[in-house]
T-cell receptor
Framework: NAGVIQTPRHKVTGKGQEATLWCEPI?????VFWYRQTIVQGLEFLTY????????DSGMPKERFSAQMPNQSHSTLKIQSTQPQDSAVYLC??????????????FGPGTRLTVL | GQQVQQSPASLVLQEGENAELQCNFS?????MQWFYQRPGGSLVSLFY???GTKHSGRLTSTTVIKERRSSLHISSSQTTDSGTYLC????????????FGDGTVLTVKP
């Protein structure tokens, strides 16, 4: 089991450019989460998919951020018109879903986004 | 909103000493995890423990729902235990999202 895979590991964009981050969950896990980690804010929840359907996007900035899960093997987080304050480590996690509830979450290595 | 308080914020030990890390929460929960993170590293799940006591090697996690606290005990600490320990709580079975504490930074000196 390769664990949660995230690509790229590092991404540098210029202000105003678009960034797309990729996540491949653990095979068999039907819950996928995106979080963001910064020194100042710590770890923050962004969005959650269950069986590919968006369930909770309460942590997503309303503008410029979007997430999709087109199939059970990958999810993407897209940031349009990136700003310096978007610089962070973006983490993807996956878990099993049993009885409608997610369980232990396993995290990927993260994508470090730097916006110049 | 839900709050997660971790203590201490930092801890320095001599190798071989024991450590007790605390996580306090404000409302009842349905999931609880302890994670370990090295600087620049990924989050490693140590325990999924929404209630009761679990053991793994030199680590023990105890969650007492009625007292709204969870603890992580590290026995016979080693220099390789140095890093940040984070507790994370889930309050909503529908979303499964975790709310993280600020972490305890542990330094174990040889």
């Amino acid at each position: 089991n390769a664990g949660v895979i995230q690509t790229p590991r590092h991404k540098v964009t210029g202000k105003g450019q678009e960034a797309t981050l990729w996540c491949e969950p653990i095979s068999g896990h039907s819950a996928v989460f995106w979080y963001r980690q910064t020194i100042v804010q710590g770890l923050e929840f962004l969005t959650y998919f269950r069986n590919q359907a968006p369930i909770d996007d309460s942590g997503m900035p309303k503008e410029r951020f979007s997430a999709q899960m087109p199939n059970q093997s990958h999810s993407t987080l897209k940031i349009q018109s990136t700003q310096p304050q978007d610089s962070a480590v973006y983490l993807c996690a996956s878990s099993l879903v049993l009885g409608g509830s997610s369980y232990e979450q396993y995290f990927g290595p993260g994508t470090r986004l730097t916006v110049l | 909103g839900q709050q997660v308080q971790q203590s201490p914020a930092s801890l320095v030990l001599q190798e071989g000493e024991n450590a007790e890390l605390q996580c306090n929460f404000s409302t009842s929960l349905n999931s609880m995890q302890w994670f370990y993170q090295r600087p620049g590293g990924s989050l490693v799940s140590l325990f999924y423990n929404p209630s009761g006591t679990k053991h793994s090697g030199r680590l023990t996690s105890t969650t007492v729902i009625k007292e709204r606290r969870s603890s992580l005990h590290i026995s016979s600490s080693q220099t390789t235990d140095s890093g940040t320990y984070l507790c994370a709580l889930g309050y909503n079975t529908n979303t499964g999202k975790l709310t993280f504490g600020d972490g305890t930074v542990l330094t174990v000196k040889p």
